[in-house]
């Protein structure tokens, strides 16, 4: 669930932007999909248009205006700050319970974000992004209320050992409902 690239500057290019729609979005994507596109140039129509497969043909592009993406991009609005959160208490339990888990290092920051995504991807959390999509001004009917991944899966964990090896459980998976030790997380 990642695909990385590197750049010499560290920054999204424009090839960045090709690259990702060609190999990874328009290979996934579903028929009648929206593709919330930023006004940074290297994200604009022109490049989705060189790179659109001749099967992407029903996909809608909408622009989020200059200065507003803090305003009306779902995740900026409410998704990215439940997921800085889940990893925050995530990493603070791996240090209370004194794991050796190197977070300076590339392949476990990787190894987060994509056990995070996966965590996220759980159909139980699919109202929260429903609420994003609401709160953008995108929907116009609230969510029911739902269960943030933080509460799931960290605080309503009443067992505290795993229910595969029994060492101390850090966290409940979002999928299964199985209480989980950081090495069968």
């Known amino acids: 669930n990642i695909y990385t690239m590197a750049s010499k500057s560290g920054k999204l ?20 999909s929206v593709l919330l596109l930023d006004s940074w140039t290297g994200q604009c129509p022109n490049i989705i248009a060189e790179t659109r497969s001749e099967f992407a043909t029903d ?67 699919r109202n929260l992004f429903k609420y994003a999509w609401f709160k953008s001004g995108y929907m116009q009917n609230k969510p029911t209320e739902f269960q943030t991944p933080v509460e799931f899966c960290f605080k309503s964990n009443t067992k505290i050992y795993c229910d595969i090896c029994g060492q101390t459980a850090i966290i409940i998976c979002s999928w299964y409902k199985k209480s989980l030790c950081v090495t069968h997380f």
């Not at 932007?17 to 190999?23: F, G, H, P, R, Y």
């Not at 990215?80 to 339990?93: E, L, P, T």
């Open 59 to 125: 996909i809608v592009l909408l622009t989020i205006s200059a200065g507003t993406t803090e305003k009306v991009q779902p995740l900026d609005v409410y998704g990215f700050r439940m997921w800085k959160i889940f990893i925050k208490y995530f990493s603070d339990m791996v240090i209370l319970l004194d794991l050796v888990i190197d977070f300076h290092s590339r392949n476990n920051i990787l190894k987060l974000q994509s056990l995070t995504h996966n965590q996220f991807s759980s159909p139980r959390f």
């Open 13 to 32: 290019t424009s090839q960045h932007v090709k690259t990702w729609l060609k190999d990874v979005y328009f290979l996934n994507v579903v028929a009648k």
